[in-house]
């Protein structure tokens, strides 16, 4: 159980071009979902964390105006990257928890590798 | 934003050696977890400690957390090339988690 689907899993796309990343938990609900960000042979660094029904708390340094997040129901929420650059790509990975408390673990996607030519 | 150091930050290692990554903090946290990431993939949960002192065991893999709440360390016996990946400690700040830097583990035949 508690599987987290992200999709696309890979996206090429133009400089100045936006990307919408889907987040999914399949078969449980989440009012609180993050987003991650991954440099190559780094860890993950927390971008935002996302609430159904209200806007996202962001991370010092994360610019909200480029990084759209979109939380409309208990099992979808979406990162748009808006007027995409180069040093944009990077790996972006969503998760989840079960309802539970902060002891409980997160459930992780599998990531969208996203590169801006 | 709570800081996790994990150390080494890399390490190679033949099959059959035993090898120790240390998660250390300044912070108290209510609970630690750790993660195995393969590349192009999400990190997979290996265990979550919350008691003071805990000691895990999964297989050959085992966990502890410091009595002060601080610290971790995962210690692996008898590494296999199936365990080469990256490691990672993950500290709960509120309700998110934060993440220390990794440890990439190669362990070759």
């Known amino acids: 159980g508690a599987v987290v689907s992200q999709h696309p899993s890979r996206v090429i796309c133009k400089s100045g071009t936006s990307v919408k990343i889907e987040c999914r938990s399949l078969?449980?609900?989440?009012?609180?979902m993050f987003w991650y960000r991954q440099f190559p042979k780094q860890s993950l660094m927390l971008m935002a964390t996302?609430?159904?029904?209200?806007?996202?708390?962001?991370e010092q340094g994360v610019e909200k105006d480029k990084f759209l997040i979109n939380h409309a129901s208990l099992t979808l929420s979406t990162l748009t990257v808006t007027s995409a650059h180069p040093e944009d790509s990077s790996f972006y990975i969503c998760s989840a928890r079960v309802l539970g408390g902060e002891n409980s673990p997160l459930h992780f996607g599998n990531g969208t590798r996203l590169t801006v030519t | 934003t709570q800081l996790l150091e994990q150390s080494p930050q890399f390490l190679s290692i033949q099959e059959g050696e035993n090898l120790t990554v240390y998660c250390n903090s300044s912070s108290v946290f209510s609970s630690l977890q750790w993660y195995r990431q393969e590349p192009g993939e999400g990190p997979v949960l290996l265990v979550t400690v919350v008691t003071g002192g805990e000691v895990k065991k999964l297989k050959r893999l085992t966990f502890q957390f410091g009595d002060a709440r601080k610290d971790s360390s995962l210690h692996i016996t008898a590494a296999q090339p199936g365990d080469t990946g990256l490691y990672l400690c993950a500290g709960s700040s509120g309700y998110a988690l934060n993440f220390g830097k990794g440890t990439s583990l190669l362990v070759t035949p």
């Open positions: 078969d449980f609900q989440a009012t609180t």
């Open positions: 996302s609430n159904e029904g209200s806007k996202a708390t962001y």
